[in-house]
């Protein structure tokens, strides 16, 4: 059976309903959704109500936790002092439009989901904010899904959509006993695992403007990337209406996403 | 023997370089003007930007700044090569010196300067055109940065949305840079051409406050949005205590790397 998952919506409704629209046009049901609901976006309550009322089953983006938490202090992955300025103006203006209905609902969403060998996570198992890029160490991206004991890992957060295969993964482990003095090995074989990252609905980072997310069949294991065209006018328009900075709008329409990422994930702030 | 040559163009025809390459290939004492022009109708062309001087005083630390008036002795006068630059959008009516604006002449002589040669881009074939931009309507800016440090990554933010027309339709623009490591940027951009340059000059200012010397960003194209540039700007600059931190930490860097 074909179920899509989604991820990244920030708060761009044309984007969200063009993505569903399409998911329902295959005849498909069943929906996960990775997070990030809103920021940077212009229509945060309207997307927040969209998804609820659909009754998607969804995880707690990053962007979810900091608008019902706060900022977080200097755990900030800004690449630059500008991204971080217009990062807190998007953070303090989406603070200020959503309802306190649509904050209890962010502030109440899972961190993750398990459905049978498959889990959804905004970041990644260990964090909403840990980047899982495409070409990470192989040995790391093994360790996640593995010690989240599924076979496909579904994430966001990085907005590039991918599917990673890590095929003949094998865990080695050897023990020198001191009494009796012997050395013990053993060696596991692990079937094949895959990171399926579902890109972004609303903030596509993949060099161009359509929305993705995945399709993934339960039987035959496929798993597709979609991509979607909408009316990003219409987002860039809402943008500006809304008061948010022009640049979002100027950003989303030439395919450069609303935010700068840094392109090492690792980074952290230094101020 | 003094020569005095008169040079003009417009923006981005490559009059700076020219003029660089023409020093070093002096051997004398070398003399530098710049003046604004004139602003015609639709075409804001007046800005006197310091950042030329700037460049070419990093790449020739002997140069004499002419718009000082004392700054030429009778004994540097000797031998010298003069060069005065002025933006011109439009190929002058007459050859030679009889070509330059009657406005140029009148403040020359308040510099007690009179050109013997008079060139200008794309009409003298002895000058080479890297770019002459046929200009019809523009409108220029410009920022004066001095004291200001950057925010590495958020210039290199900045300068990509400029360019690529965030802010309106940049056709030149033009920058001297200071960074929190004491480096000393050139960014220069013309839309004809492909990418920017970017030039490292060898001034390199102390861990150590913010340094004095010259710092100017000048834009020119069409439907500049100056207010969201200013703004833009404002945000990828570091305050005092964000900039002590950064120097502070390229200080003990050093500090360890010396100690090796």
């Known amino acids: 059976m074909n179920q899509a998952v989604i991820s990244c919506l920030h708060a761009n409704l044309p984007a969200v309903e063009a993505v569903l629209k399409d998911i329902e046009l295959q005849g498909i049901t069943n929906i996960t959704c990775l997070g990030d609901l809103v920021g940077y976006g212009p229509q945060p309550n309207e997307v927040i109500e969209l998804i609820r009322d659909k009754e998607i089953p969804t995880c707690q983006g990053c962007w979810d936790e900091d608008v019902v938490d706060g ?7 800004y690449p630059s002092q500008l991204a971080e300025k217009r990062g807190h103006f998007a953070h303090q203006w989406t603070t ?6 649509n904050k209890d609902y962010l502030a109440n969403l899972p961190y993750s989901i398990r459905k049978d060998k498959c889990l959804f996570v905004h970041g990644s198992p260990n964090s909403q904010h840990e980047y899982l890029l495409p070409d990470m160490d192989a040995f790391a991206a093994l360790e996640r899904v593995e010690n989240a004991r599924a076979e496909i890992l579904f994430c966001g957060h990085t907005h590039q959509p991918y599917i990673r295969e890590l095929a003949d993964g ?38 161009g403007t359509k929305a993705t997310y995945v399709v993934y069949n339960d039987v035959t294991n496929e798993v597709k990337i979609r991509e979607v065209e909408y009316d ?32 090492d994930a690792s980074h952290v702030c230094e101020r | 023997m003094s020569q005095v040559c008169l040079i003009s163009g417009s923006p981005g025809c490559g009059k700076t370089n020219w003029i660089l390459n023409t020093f070093k290939n002096y051997s004398g004492n070398c003399g530098y003007l710049r003046l604004g022009g004139y602003s015609e109708i639709n075409l804001e062309q007046a800005i006197n930007s310091k950042i030329d001087f700037a460049f070419l005083k990093d790449q020739i630390p002997n140069l004499l700044d002419l718009s000082i008036s004392n700054s030429i002795s009778e004994k540097d006068k000797e031998n010298i090569l003069i060069i005065i630059e002025f933006p011109q959008f439009f ?90 490591d004491g480096r000393y940027i050139l960014f220069n951009w013309i839309v004809s051409q492909q990418g920017s340059q970017y030039q490292t000059l060898n001034q390199v200012a102390p861990l150590n406050g913010r340094p004095e ?48």
Not at chain 1, 170 to 182: F, G, L
Not at chain 1, 242 to 263: H, S, V
Request: with cysteine.
């Open chain 1, 96 to 101: 200020d439009k959503l309802t306190t209905e």
């Open chain 2, 91 to 180: 190929t002058p009516k007459s050859q030679g010196i009889n070509g330059v604006d009657l406005r140029i002449i009148n403040e020359l002589e308040k510099y007690n300067l009179q050109p013997n040669r008079y060139l200008h881009f794309g009409r003298d074939p002895e000058l080479s055109i890297k770019d002459t931009l046929d200009f019809r309507e523009i409108e220029s800016i410009s920022l004066d940065l001095q004291k200001h440090i950057w925010d590495p990554a958020s210039l290199n933010t900045f300068w990509f949305e400029l360019v690529n027309g965030a802010y309106g339709d940049v056709y030149r623009a033009k920058a001297l840079m200071n960074l929190p």
């Open chain 1, 71 to 77: 900022l977080d202090a200097c755990d900030c992955s």
């Open chain 2, 213 to 260: 010397r010259c710092s100017e960003i000048v834009i020119q194209g069409k439907n500049l949005n100056f207010e969201s540039i200013k703004a833009t700007i404002h945000n990828c600059l570091l305050n005092d205590a964000v900039l002590d931190h950064h120097q502070t930490s390229l200080r003990n860097s050093q500090l360890q790397t010396a100690r090796r």
């Open chain 1, 170 to 207: 094998s865990i080695a482990v050897k023990i020198k006993n001191a009494v009796p003095k012997d050395t013990q090995e053993k060696e596991i074989q692990l079937p094949m695992r895959r990171i399926v990252n579902a890109g972004s609905v609303g903030e596509p980072r993949h060099g």
């Open chain 1, 232 to 263: 990003i006018e219409l987002t860039c328009k809402a943008i500006i209406d809304a008061g948010l900075p022009p640049i979002f709008a100027w950003r989303l329409k030439n395919g450069f996403e609303f935010a700068e990422q840094a392109e």
